[in-house]
């Protein structure tokens, strides 16, 4: 078995493209229950996915959710090194307003890679808010 992987290139070919397809394929099925979930998590109210970590530290992302006084009312987080990850709750954000997570004085009860993604999350927030708040403009005048 081995002097067939050594000698015969086609065969390793072969090999790298069905673990690249095994690959994708659980990748596709991370994607479809993170947006299957983050579609039920928006009925709630106003929602974002914020990033933090890196390519080389790992990347971690937070959803959250507020009510119409900026209260965080659904908090999700989804960290770890493989495909079979998802969104797990983080109940220690549940209460908060926009601006308590956004305060970079305050230490978060959470990581500081998922510190980083929830702050991203709730700028994204913030400035929807704004852009929700903002009267229309006339296009007559």
């Known amino acids: 078995m081995f002097d067939l992987l050594s000698e015969n290139i086609g065969v390793k070919a ?11 394929g659980f990748t596709y099925i991370q994607m ?3 947006y299957g979930r983050l579609k ?22 937070g959803v ?3 009510d119409d006084k900026t209260k965080v009312i659904h908090a999700e987080k989804m960290s770890g090194w493989s ?6 709750p983080v109940p220690e954000l549940i209460g908060l ?3 308590d997570i956004l305060d970079e004085t305050r230490e978060l009860p959470v990581s500081r890679k998922l510190t980083d993604a929830f702050r991203d999350a709730a700028a994204y927030l913030l400035d929807a808010k704004k852009k929700q708040t903002l009267p229309e403009a006339d296009p007559g005048k």
């Open 14 to 24: 072969m090999l790298l493209l069905v673990m690249w397809a095994l690959q994708f």
């Open 32 to 34: 479809r229950r993170f």
């Open 40 to 61: 039920v998590v928006r009925q709630a109210g106003l929602t974002a996915v914020g990033k933090g970590g890196g390519q080389y530290r790992g990347r971690v992302y």
């Open 64 to 66: 959250l959710t507020i």
């Open 83 to 88: 495909n079979f990850s998802g969104l797990t």
């Open 97 to 99: 307003s926009l601006s």
